[in-house]
């Protein structure tokens, strides 16, 4: 299993721009999400998907859009680039199914560094 | 709303030493999720260990391990034995059963502890 995988590792973009940040996981997990992760913070949320075709707002959705048309894509759409979208972002998941087995566990991409100018 | 508090942005220690670092966190629920996840400088995150509230019992992952105070909402993580691949942003994290429940599992951070293990 490759897991989490995300494309490109980094782009440079600049004011006004769009583009798109690709996400794909290979474990059949249900749930996804996209955080974005500034200097010397932490990593908030931007949106999160239960599902095919089920998608929610996190703590920061402005300025981004989300698509879920198969479990296993979840790409993150970036509309007229701002510099205060200059950030890391990383993509999760997590299988989201219940049970004995259930953990919460989060399994994170290698992240895409995005600096727009 | 849950809130997740490191008050450490940097710590530094010999290796083979131990190392504490602090987290608390804010929230109504009773029942909730903590985790310890360790991002090197390879920015990959990386769980280290998870704590489930209603269990009493610390949890331990070999040289890793949680002092769980549920009454202080206090989830400190000691790294024993420190190694040199311990060098790393480690970040405390917290899901509600809200979350759980409402079927999305979401992840609070806290703005992490950058521990440097000196050779």
């Known amino acids: 299993n490759a897991g989490v995988t995300q494309t490109p590792k980094f782009r440079i973009l600049k004011i006004g721009q769009s583009m798109t940040l690709q996400c794909t996981q290979d474990?059949?997990?249900?749930?996804m999400y996209w955080y974005r992760q500034d200097p010397g913070m932490g990593l908030k949320l931007i949106y999160y998907?239960?599902?095919?075709?089920?998608?929610d707002k996190g703590e920061v959705p402005n300025g981004y859009n989300v698509s879920r048309s198969t479990t296993e894509d979840f790409p993150l759409r970036l509309e007229l680039a701002a510099p205060s979208q200059t950030s890391v972002y990383f993509c999760?998941?997590?299988?989201?199914?219940?049970?004995?087995?259930?953990?919460?566990?989060?399994?994170f991409g290698p992240g895409t560094r995005l600096t727009v100018t | 709303a849950q809130t997740v508090t490191q008050s450490q942005p940097e710590m530094s220690v010999q290796e083979a030493e131990t190392v504490t670092l602090s987290c608390t966190y804010d929230?109504?629920?009773?029942?909730?999720?903590l985790f310890w996840y360790k991002q090197p400088p390879s920015r990959q995150m990386i769980l280290v260990i998870r704590?489930?509230?209603?269990?009493?019992q610390n949890a331990t992952e070999n040289r890793f391990s949680v002092n769980f105070q549920k009454a202080a909402k206090s989830f400190s993580l000691k790294i024993s034995d420190s190694q040199l691949g311990d060098t790393a942003m480690y970040f405390c994290?917290?899901?509600?059963?809200?979350?759980?429940?409402?079927?999305?599992?979401?992840?609070?951070f806290g703005t992490g502890t950058r521990l440097t293990i000196i050779p």
């Open positions: 999760a998941s997590s299988s989201g199914t219940g049970g004995s087995a259930i953990t919460y566990e989060q399994y």
């Open positions: 474990m059949n997990h249900n749930y």
């Open positions: 998907s239960v599902g095919a075709g089920i998608t």
């Open positions: 929230t109504s629920e009773n029942n909730y999720y």
């Open positions: 704590q489930e509230a209603y269990k009493q």
């Open positions: 994290a917290f899901t509600g059963s809200a979350s759980v429940n409402f079927g999305n599992e979401k992840l609070t």
